[in-house]
């Protein structure tokens, strides 16, 4: 069965370096998008992306975050000074027509 | 903008028996409905979902839920648990519109006695 793949599992980053989270969709969908769960908390919606541009984003999703999908399959999100606060589960789906998302395993950053 | 409320965050179950988890949505028209499953320290695992028609439906695991419009309710039911259920639940709605953006419920944690 089609799955959506995430890496790494975890990482472990100093506050202030760059994190790049990498995910690839399931191959004929065509929306991507990236929730985060912070320990205990909620799952929490980032960002969408449809048609090779961002289609919604939230609040959280500030300038420090930017998403790419470089080469037609992987689908990358960018943090690029991380902070405390960013220690999260991130979350990676896909969705064929904008229906049911399908979620990756989760990446869980920890930021010390 | 949509809401989902999980009233309960924690439910203990004795295995066997019969398990209800509550979910009320906000939204102004009839949105898609999901239950997901989380192990812990795992992903979210897709239960079942409501997009239209019958407001009874069948899912993974044993797992069944009703939409209810006028309650705004999406209630999780599963008549008899087993020891493997224990996991995190969490209710979810979206908006075909948004590119199906999924808003959470807080969560509810299951317990299960043997």
Redesign the interface.
């Known amino acids: 069965e089609p799955e959506v793949t995430q890496t790494p599992s975890h990482q472990v980053t100093q506050m202030g370096q760059e994190v790049i989270l990498r995910c690839v969709p399931i191959s004929n969908h065509l ?1 991507f ?1 990236w ?1 985060r769960q912070i320990l205990g ?5 980032l960002v ?1 992306f ?1 048609n090779n541009e961002i ?2 984003k939230s609040e959280i999703f500030d300038d420090q975050f930017s998403v790419e999908r470089p080469d037609g399959s992987n689908f990358t999100l960018k943090i690029r000074s991380t902070k405390l606060e960013d220690s999260a589960m991130y ?1 990676c789906a896909s ?1 064929e027509s ?9 990446s869980r950053l920890t930021v010390l | 903008a949509q809401s989902v409320t999980q009233p309960d965050i924690h439910i203990t179950v004795s295995e066997g028996a019969s398990l209800e988890l509550r979910c009320n949505y906000s939204y102004g028209a009839t949105p ?1 409905l ?1 239950w ?1 499953v989380q192990s812990p320290g ?5 239960l079942l ?1 409501y ?1 239209s028609g019958d407001t009874l439906v069948q899912g993974i695991k044993g797992f069944e839920a009703e939409f209810k419009r006028s309650q705004s309710s999406f209630n999780l039911r599963k008549p008899s648990v087993h020891w493997s259920d224990a996991a995190e639940y ?1 209710c ?1 709605v ?1 908006v ?1 519109a ?10 509810t944690r299951v317990l299960v006695k043997p």
């Open positions: 929306y998008y929730y908390q909620k799952v929490e919606f969408s449809y289609s919604e979350f969705s904008g229906g049911e998302l399908f979620f990756g395993e989760g | 898609y999901f997901y795992q992903g979210l695992q897709l979902k997009f969490f979810a979206g075909k948004a590119g199906n953006k999924l808003t959470f419920g807080g969560g």
